[in-house]
């Protein structure tokens, strides 16, 4: 079993910094690729970002590339979002999502990928 809990989420004016924590504990995420999710009110989930079990490889959404940045640090381990420039429309809840696969890679962006969860947490950017 692996539990991940998300830290970090909060209220910020647009165009402010946030930075999202995902702490795993249960089992070794060494060999996980992570994700963020998050879901706006009213809407579905929808990927924000991901990396592989070595960090070499990001993905990130269209709509937050060049503003998020996300690392991981195997040795705690924790994997973080670094939130930059944000914008009303960032304002979600945030979840973070390992993929058990021993590949350790970003297979997509879809959620039936991730088979554990966090339980979220709130991003919230005013104008």
């Known amino acids: 079993q692996v539990l991940l809990v998300e830290s970090g989420g909060g209220l910020v004016q647009a165009g402010g910094s946030l930075r999202l924590s995902c702490a795993v504990s249960?089992?070794?995420?060494?060999?996980?690729?992570m994700g963020w999710f998050r879901q706006a009110p009213g809407k579905e989930r929808e990927f924000v970002s991901a990396?592989?079990?070595?960090?070499?490889?990001?993905y990130y959404a269209d709509s937050v590339k060049g503003r998020f940045t996300i690392s991981r640090d195997n040795a705690k381990p924790t994997v973080y979002l670094e939130m930059n420039s944000l914008k009303n429309k960032d304002t979600a809840i945030y979840y973070c999502?390992?993929?058990?696969?021993?590949?350790?890679?970003?297979?997509?962006?879809?959620?039936?990928?991730?088979?554990?969860w966090g339980q979220g947490t709130q991003v919230t950017v005013s104008s």
């Open positions: 990396i592989s079990w070595s960090g070499a490889t990001p």
């Open positions: 249960g089992r070794t995420i060494r060999r996980y690729a």
């Open positions: 999502a390992a993929d058990a696969s021993p590949l350790g890679v970003v297979r997509g962006t879809r959620e039936s990928e991730y088979d554990y």
